[in-house]
């Protein structure tokens, strides 16, 4: 498939919430090497984020993604703000989002990264963030200006029960999960994005790297690679915490070590019953097709087909 045949994505939509807005997609001006990192959320984002910081300023020590790679369709700071600090950045630009693709722009000129990670995962590693949340955070999300829709209420739950509403209610009380994934999967085909998954990144991070850095045409120098390496492991990510987790961690108890929590999948094993784990998988399967829950519950089976 050439180029001027490609069916690029349109947006035909916009997601507003307690954290959403997805505007400011519209008034993004893109340059031709940006990459944009997504997510459903608690999928591997902040330490994507960390790899690809690593990749452009050359395994640099104490790279503060928080502040360079912005989550872009976050409602605070408001736009007016956050536009302008992001187009006056003069090194290759990396944002994230959480949106479904019909829910933003996508841009031929861009590289899309996206990372997918089992459900249960995802779930358990968002309940520490949620149940961590203080006071900063709920006014960030409830009380600044331009909310729409629900206010995001305080855990209540213990991570089980919390769990099985997040399934019953697609997301409940953030986003929809199954749309998130089955809409970046459709798109998998595309020749300007980069999967990823969270399992695989564990299983052979050092060659997850080196994928992804071929893929943005970053030239790996290997005199630095061993930093490269050393900064984008999880003892290094949570040590200096500070500068991946957002505001240096401001929004939560405990602080930016609460937000960069364990790094680990399974947690859910030992919680979860054989029913429960059974309707999940189910779920998955309808929602997603065999294929794709397949690749999210274990990293393996993306099978992408490109011609020239």
Known sequence: ?????????????ELHSNHFISTIWNDFKFRDDDIVISTYGKAGT???????????????????????????????????????????????????????????VYSPKAKYIYIGRDGRDVLWSMYNHHANANDAFYEAMNETPGLVGEKLERVTSDVRT???????????????FWENVSSWWAIRHLPNIHFMHFEAMKRDMEGEIRRLAAFLDIEIDEARWPAIVEHCSFDYMKKHADKSAPLGGALWEGGASTFINKGTNGRWRD????????????????????????????????DIARSA
């Not at 919390?162 to 929809?176: H, I």
């Not at 399967?285 to 065999?290: A, F, I, N, Y």
């Open 1 to 13: 498939m050439s180029p001027p045949d490609i069916m690029w994505p349109k947006k035909t939509r």
């Open 271 to 302: 919680v979860l019953s054989a029913e429960e784990c059974a309707r999940y998988e189910a779920l998955a399967r309808d929602k997603l097709g065999e294929e794709c829950a397949h690749w999210l519950m274990t990293g393996e089976g993306l």
């Open 162 to 176: 919390y769990f099985n509403t997040w399934v019953e209610r697609d997301g409940y009380p953030f986003w929809s």
């Open 46 to 104: 902040t330490w994507t984020q960390q790899i690809v910081g690593q990749l452009i300023f050359n395994g640099a020590e104490d790279v503060p993604v928080n502040e360079l790679s912005p989550w872009l369709d976050l409602r605070v700071p408001p736009p007016e703000i956050k536009l302008p600090l992001i187009e006056a950045q003069t090194h290759r630009r990396f944002v994230k989002t959480h949106l479904p693709v019909d829910a933003l």
